[in-house]
């Protein structure tokens, strides 16, 4: 164990930082002189943001992304399809998504995948209420959107098995090499999902 | 300009990560889901940090590095020899010869190096503050411990003339081959400079 280094203030917040995602001492350092060389009333907004975004926003009741309403700006729009729910595992999914400008359905957001190594299962993510929504019959699609990996791959088989009962039409974002990307460097299992799902032109 | 993506509130704590040094978008809203997911305890904690670096800290009256109290803990040890200063631009530089723990003489930390570019010049910097503890004639060593880069160089060479009057030994740290790095990947002018200084076996 090495002494501390700085003032105990600067200290305590060096650890905060450092208990960010990703962020290490020295990072968690940099980032606390920045805030030592902030204006006060700055460093105040920042402690309140801080303190509004762990109280103000809560989930939608609906899709379960995150909202300083009772439902989120999605759910809250007539018109939206909400016949269409789009299931993704993260807030920022339904971002990432929203910036491409041409889904119209509404979301789910399962915060989490299923990942037995980290003891989550079922229970752990929204899938009771994405059942609930889809067991109240007005729900034509589920487009299963996590991410194209292991644990994302069988959380969207795990829920597509589960949805089966209801007869709801349950599909999967395509796979394929990304837009703009090198053919040279995409891997071997993107392009054979890519030549599996050509299309005619 | 792109619609805000997440509730007010996080939009407001993610603009504020994005501030801090070499943070974008991705890592800002990373930061703020995860600060979502902690304690509310936990949160509050961190925004009293926040605010107590920011107030809680103060400039050493010695040295200028960052403290508690009106003296640091190196400036405040008596057991420290006050007549040797080592000149670093930043309060991590202190703590990065500290943790070599071969170093006992005081410091003298500068805030930054003189960056005509940034309209950076000496009234911006502690020279003054140096050249007055120089001033009051107990130093009989001081070191140049700023960056090895070109404006750490003129900066040191900048206050090395100042100090010339006083009579003090001025000196710069050893420039060299890093312990434990690869000659190979060490650039021509650190190769030089190695040369340069050899010393005998």
């Given amino acids: ?12 917040l060096i650890e905060f930082f450092q208990r960010l995602p990703g962020v290490g001492r020295k990072t968690a350092q940099r980032f606390a002189f920045h805030v030592m060389s902030m204006e006060e009333t700055d ?10 975004a762990k109280k ?3 989930r939608c009741k609906e899709c379960q992304n995150l909202t300083d309403g009772p439902v989120c700006r999605v759910c809250g729009d007539e018109g939206r399809d909400h016949s269409v729910i789009c299931v993704v595992s993260e807030p920022a999914d339904v971002a ?10 509404v979301y789910h957001v399962l915060h989490g995948v299923l ?12 899938i009771k ?3 609930m929504r889809v067991g109240k019959g007005d729900v ?3 487009i299963m959107a996590t991410d194209p990996d292991t644990t994302g791959e069988t ?16 599909t999967r974002l395509a796979y394929g090499v990304p837009v703009g990307g090198h053919l040279e460097f995409a891997d071997e299992v993107t392009l054979l999902r890519a030549l599996e799902g050509r299309r005619e032109l």
Same sequence: chains 1, 2.
């Fill in 1 to 12: 164990m090495q002494a501390p280094q700085f003032a105990a203030p600067v200290e305590r």
């Fill in 56 to 58: 103000g926003v809560a």
């Fill in 115 to 126: 990942s037995p190594l980290n003891h989550i299962g079922p229970e752990d993510l929204t």
């Fill in 140 to 142: 034509k699609e589920v």
């Fill in 43 to 52: 460093v105040s907004a920042f402690a309140e943001a801080l303190l509004g």
């Fill in 155 to 170: 959380t969207a088989v795990y829920i597509a098995g589960l949805l089966k009962p209801f007869g709801v039409k349950v």
């Fill in 96 to 105: 990432a998504i929203e910036r491409a400008r041409e889904y119209r359905g």
């Fill in 129 to 131: 209420e994405l059942v």
